[in-house]
């Protein structure tokens, strides 16, 4: 095996495991399939492994390219925060900082944060990653998490912006039609809205609400941000965040003495960042915002 391989070699196994094809890849990379070719075959001859085995609909990866999966991402991680941290030198406050969070904290409550702070320090770039799978900062997979659970890593500098209330919603149209429920069985005659994937946390809420189990949900989603849309849409009673519930159009919240799940909130950041100006201001603009959207969320209209 040959002991130095390009990182551009890894680059392209990976685009081609995640997208399933060679033509698939070189558009996302923007190279030519040609160019992908050579490379990953250039890989499998410098490891002395078959990664691929071509079929009707792409390639399929060998039992060794899904081995070393991890290591490249792994590789990956580390070269973009290198790029992230070289673009990053010089006076000031500029250059490139990763946020990860989760799709309806992305989507609904950091736009507003993120865009005061970039009038702040417009020489900052900021990626923002929305996922609910919780990435590993101290692979660099990102610098900066917001996350609705304690960080359990250590080397993890984090600060606790406190408890963020989810709650039972429906919009007034929905209720208008099918009434408002009063307590746990008035909710047999309506349509409920809730996950898809049942987690080992998802099955101790169901074990807390048994009204809330997977079976009850006439409408199934993982995406946060897809049970708010059904929620907003009239499309029945789910889970929202009670600050989120105000905004336009506003939510009411059904059976708050019944339910109430809080969730417990963190920013979170590897602690070798602490002196870097682009980390630490961003890190301090997301759990001031953070505090202000928790601190705003007066009592919702509520009934029930």
Request: proline share 6%; with cysteine; hydrophobic share 45%.
């Given at each position: 095996?040959?002991?130095?391989?390009?990182?551009?070699?890894?680059?392209?196994?990976?685009?081609?495991?995640?997208?399933?094809?060679?033509?698939?890849?070189?558009?996302?990379?923007?190279?030519?399939?040609?160019?992908?070719?050579?490379?990953?075959?250039?890989?499998?001859?410098?490891?002395?492994?078959?990664?691929?085995?071509?079929?009707?609909?792409?390639?399929?990866?060998?039992?060794?390219?899904?081995?070393?999966?991890?290591?490249?991402?792994?590789?990956?991680?580390?070269?973009?925060?290198?790029e992230r941290t070289a673009a990053s030198q010089g006076a000031g406050v500029?250059?490139?900082?990763?946020?990860?969070?989760?799709?309806?904290?992305?989507?609904?409550?950091?736009?507003?944060?993120?865009?005061?702070?970039?009038?702040?320090?417009?020489?900052?770039?900021?990626?923002?990653?929305?996922?609910?799978?919780?990435?590993?900062?101290?692979?660099?997979?990102?610098?900066?998490?917001?996350?609705?659970?304690?960080?359990?890593?250590?080397?993890?500098?984090?600060?606790?912006?406190?408890?963020?209330?989810?709650?039972?919603?429906?919009?007034?149209?929905?209720?208008?039609?099918?009434?408002?429920?009063?307590?746990?069985?008035?909710?047999?005659?309506?349509?409920?809205?809730?996950?898809?994937?049942?987690?080992?946390?998802?099955?101790?809420?169901?074990?807390?609400?048994?009204?809330?189990?997977?079976?009850?949900?006439?409408?199934?989603?993982?995406?946060?941000?897809?049970?708010?849309?059904?929620?907003?849409?009239?499309?029945?009673?789910?889970?929202?965040?009670?600050?989120?519930?105000?905004?336009?159009?506003?939510?009411?919240?059904?059976?708050?003495?019944?339910?109430?799940?809080?969730?417990?909130?963190?920013?979170?950041?590897?602690?070798?960042?602490?002196?870097?100006?682009?980390?630490?201001?961003?890190?301090?603009?997301?759990?001031?915002?953070?505090?202000?959207?928790?601190?705003?969320?007066?009592?919702?209209?509520?009934?029930?």
């Amino acid at each position: 095996m040959t002991s130095s391989i390009s990182w551009e070699l890894y680059r392209t196994f990976l685009g081609v495991l995640e997208h399933g094809s060679l033509s698939a890849a070189a558009r996302a990379l923007d190279l030519t399939q040609p160019t992908v070719g050579r490379q990953l075959a250039a890989l499998e001859q410098a490891l002395g492994l078959t990664l691929f085995t071509r079929s009707p609909t792409g390639v399929q990866p060998t039992q060794a390219a899904l081995a070393l999966r991890a290591p490249a991402q792994a590789v990956q991680h580390a070269a973009r925060a290198l790029e992230r941290t070289a673009a990053s030198q010089g006076a000031g406050v500029q250059g490139v900082v990763r946020v990860t969070a989760s799709e309806v904290v992305g989507v609904a409550v950091l736009p507003p944060i993120l865009a005061a702070l970039r009038a702040r320090h417009p020489g900052l770039t900021v990626e923002l990653a929305l996922s609910n799978r919780l990435q590993d900062l101290l692979q660099r997979e990102a610098d900066i998490a917001v996350r609705m659970q304690a960080p359990q890593q250590g080397a993890l500098l984090a600060r606790r912006v406190g408890a963020i209330e989810v709650g039972l919603h429906a919009h007034p149209d929905y209720l208008a039609r099918h009434g408002t429920p009063q307590d746990w069985p008035d909710l047999a005659g309506h349509s409920l809205i809730g996950f898809d994937t049942e987690t080992a946390y998802i099955r101790q809420v169901g074990a807390a609400w048994p009204a809330l189990r997977r079976e009850r949900f006439a409408l199934r989603t993982d995406s946060d941000v897809a049970q708010l849309a059904l929620i907003r849409a009239g499309a029945g009673i789910g889970p929202c965040q009670v600050g989120l519930a105000q905004r336009g159009p506003a939510l009411v919240r059904v059976l708050p003495a019944q339910f109430a799940l809080p969730l417990d909130t963190w920013v979170t950041m590897h602690e070798d960042l602490r002196h870097s100006p682009r980390c630490q201001v961003t890190f301090e603009a997301l759990v001031q915002g953070l505090l202000d959207y928790r601190s705003s969320a007066a009592a919702p209209a509520s009934v029930g």
